[in-house]
């Protein structure tokens, strides 16, 4: 665990072998000769046999060696540098009786001549001068090589310990959960998922008092799954569990578990759980759990799988001969389809809690939790704002909150306006503008005709939703887009709608068929979506008048582990026959959004020149357009809002000024109160400035006192402190007059 305290011994131990590995490394650096320098004895005895010898250095069992052509200077050897080095085991009196030999004369039988006591030296040969030490290796050379031994081997018992999964060996067998002293998230602070709150309550209820469970004989969940899309909220929901339970909360990802090393991860789970006992009553909470948790047998590689033996550990860990009393399990993922049934099933994870997408109410609530800390205008309106957002899941709404503030903060205003979340709320679904991206006449015109198709069919069938915006500035990977909302919570999708959809998406290439004289290959992504709907009315909703209530098998997300062999369970003719089914709703959307654009190519026209002219045309100016206004009336009602668009951001960036001027007056008097409160500045220059501070806030325009009374009760009393200390003074004056007038009267 990462929160367990390590042993000191064994850190010891593990700083000791590093330095002994570091001092070995360097003796050796120090020590060493290149592989080219050591000659054989032999060798050795060859050079002064053919007298290339200079001199010699005999250092324990070591000969250094220095030639007669050497380039080696005198006094660097044989300290500093040698030509060779050989090794000798034997007696040292052969290796003098053949220097001897070489240096001085001998007679027939091989023995030295001596003269008046002395050795005659040899004019023939190179005199070569020793150097001898002959004594024993140094200990230090001779115990540097069994302690390379030890490291070594040590070092391979450590590895060999944690590779089998034990929890000694640099930790590799320890759980990396997180002990969570305490989390600042609540359930006050999780909106949109009041059910989940309440089952998860149960939890906390049981944790902090299990007698009253325990009394009906009831047997709290031992493991809590949570499943949902990606964003709605399941690991916010096990913060705000630590932060009601009051327990030990113990997080983990489930791919921290998986490790190279076989074993490794089964240990993990087993320490886990140990340390877990140990701190009962707890909660673990495993993250992502389908890292570890999918179905055995379903890997390539066989059976016997490091993530397989991870899984049977913990299902052994939840449900085994050991009971984990105490113990609760959350975990979360967004595929609970590929978990193994073994994982799922009563006894381990009891309760599967399954996180939706909020509706309008609860988004209305996740934008007033995440806004809490953000100054809203007054003309921002969260109900219309939870209403567009439709179809987001919690972390996409914070987002949006959150770029809206960006966005106010490089205008440099104070202030979150309804336009800020809108551009937002556009950045966040389709991408940043790309204004400053030169595009051709002809790309823009053909860019106008086919969102003006998509708008229009939209704007004619009952079912499509609701048309918000039309513009021709590319955002993303779209040169253009038609925004269109479903301010509806729907549950259930109609045949119709659906067809409605798709006729939808094909309105962009059908008005390009009808205004164009070529049609291009913008309308990819629309036939591709299209087919994707159309192919899943036939294949899994059963909508295809000719095939039925069948489901051909294809609406579940493929697991290669597991659907990698599997066939299609229909034949080649029915397959054939599904295709012409698909083809078939395609081709009838088609035909019904030429039909719709045929009868209205004057709002084609209409809609492409006021896009060439304005780029963007809202909601309201298309309802008028489509309803038969001309183009000088649009066009004079989108210059209209556009003036109340520019007049508001520049009355903002006005009130954002002010906004600036009053914080800074706001700081220099706490400042001046903070240096006389410290005897830096005296008290009349701490009137001087607040009286100063006064004027000035009083210079300020009143457009910024209008829109907040709150705004306004701060900037007139910028001398609050003041006001409260003269009142303190006041009432300890009148309590001293008091007294003294009881004085008097005793």
């Known amino acids: 665990m990462e929160n367990k305290k390590s042993n000191p011994l064994k850190t010891m131990l593990i700083y000791g072998m590093i330095i002994l590995l570091a001092v070995l490394l360097i003796w050796w650096f120090v020590n060493k000769n290149s592989t080219d320098q ?29 030639l007669v052509d050497s380039k080696i200077d005198e006094k660097d050897f044989p300290n500093k540098k040698i030509d060779h080095y050989c090794t000798y085991y034997g007696s040292y009196d052969r290796v003098y009786d053949l220097l001897d030999k070489h240096n001085y004369q001998t007679d027939e039988n091989g023995n030295l001549i001596i003269i008046n006591g002395a050795y005659q030296l040899r004019d023939d040969v190179h005199f070569i001068k020793v150097n001898a030490a002959p004594k024993s290796e140094s200990w230090i050379n001779a115990a540097m090589t069994y302690v390379a031994i030890l490291l070594i081997v040590g070092i391979a018992f450590l590895l060999f310990r944690s590779m089998s999964g034990t929890k000694n060996g640099f930790g590799f067998g320890r ?6 002293e305490s989390s600042n998230v609540h359930f006050n602070d999780v909106a949109g998922a009041e059910e989940e709150k309440q089952e998860l309550q149960e939890i906390v209820e049981f944790l902090k008092n299990p007698a009253r469970f325990t009394e009906l004989g009831a047997r709290i969940p031992k493991g809590v799954l949570l499943v949902g899309q990606p964003g709605t909220g399941k690991t916010l929901l096990a913060k705000a569990v630590a932060g009601e339970g009051k327990v030990p909360f113990f997080t983990i990802s489930g791919s921290d578990f998986v490790e190279l090393y076989v074993g490794v991860g089964a240990s993990r789970v087993r320490d886990l759980f140990e340390t877990a006992k140990a701190h009962a009553p707890c909660i673990v909470f495993i993250d992502e759990i389908d890292a570890v948790g999918r179905q055995r047998g379903a890997g390539l590689g066989g059976g016997n799988d490091e993530r397989e033996q991870t899984l049977n550990q913990l299902l052994v860990e939840m449900d085994g001969f050991e009971a984990n009393s105490g113990i609760i399990v959350l975990a979360a993922t967004n595929r609970a389809d590929i978990l193994d049934p073994a994982l799922t099933r009563p006894g381990r994870f009891d309760r599967q809690i399954y996180v939706h997408l909020p509706d309008v109410k609860g988004r209305e609530d996740i934008i007033k939790v995440h806004s809490k800390n953000k100054p809203l205008s007054p003309d921002v309106d969260i109900k219309r704002l ?22 106010t903060a490089r205008d440099g205003r104070y202030k979150i306006s309804m336009i800020d979340l809108q551009e937002a709320l556009n950045k966040v679904l389709m991408g940043p503008k790309k204004v400053s991206r030169v595009i051709t006449e002809q790309d823009k015109k053909i860019t106008a005709v086919h969102e003006a198709g998509h708008a229009i069919v939209a704007q004619s069938l009952e079912n499509c939703d609701n048309v918000q915006e039309i513009s021709v500035i590319p955002r993303g990977e779209a040169g253009g887009y038609t925004l269109t909302l479903d301010e509806k919570d729907r549950t259930h999708m109609q045949k119709q709608k659906l067809l409605d959809t798709i006729c939808m998406m094909l309105g962009g290439r059908t008005a390009e068929e009808l205004m164009l004289d070529d049609i291009t290959t913008g309308a990819s992504n629309d036939i591709e979506r299209a087919t994707k709907v159309a192919r899943k009315m036939v294949s899994e909703w059963g909508m295809s008048e000719k095939l039925g209530l069948l489901s051909f098998g294809e609406g579940d997300e493929i697991f290669v582990g597991r659907d990698y062999q599997k066939q299609v369970p229909y034949s080649q003719e029915l397959a054939s026959t599904i295709d012409k089914e698909v083809a078939k709703i395609i081709n009838t959307a088609h035909a019904r959004a030429k039909e719709i654009l045929t009868s209205r190519k004057d709002v084609i026209e209409k809609v492409q020149r006021i896009l060439l002219e304005k ?101 007139i009393n910028v001398n609050d402190k003041t006001s409260e200390e003269k009142q303190i003074k006041k009432q300890s004056t009148t309590s001293r007059k008091t007294k003294k007038e009881d004085d008097k009267k005793e």
């Open 38 to 66: 050591k000659i054989s004895y032999d060798q050795f005895q060859t050079y002064i046999q053919e007298d290339k010898v200079d001199s010699i250095d005999i250092y324990g069992y070591t000969i250094r060696i220095r």
């Open 175 to 180: 759980s990396k959960a997180r002990l969570v």
């Open 386 to 407: 939870a209403r567009l957002t439709s179809g987001l899941a919690g972390a996409d709404i914070e987002n949006v909150l959150n770029e809206a503030a960006l966005l």
């Open 615 to 715: 780029e963007t045309i809202y909601k309201e100016e298309f309802e008028m357009i489509y309803n038969g206004a001309t183009v000088e009336e649009v066009e004079s009602a989108i210059d209209e809002k556009e003036k109340e668009k520019r007049e508001y951001q520049e009355r903002a960036k006005k009130e954002a000024i002010e906004e600036h001027k009053t914080r800074d007056i706001k700081s220099r008097v706490e400042t001046a109160r903070a240096l006389a409160k410290a005897g830096v500045i005296s008290k009349q220059d701490l009137e001087t400035i607040i009286s100063e501070a006064e004027k000035e806030m009083a210079n300020i325009s009143p457009l910024k006192q209008e829109n907040s009374s709150a705004e306004n009760t701060e900037q």
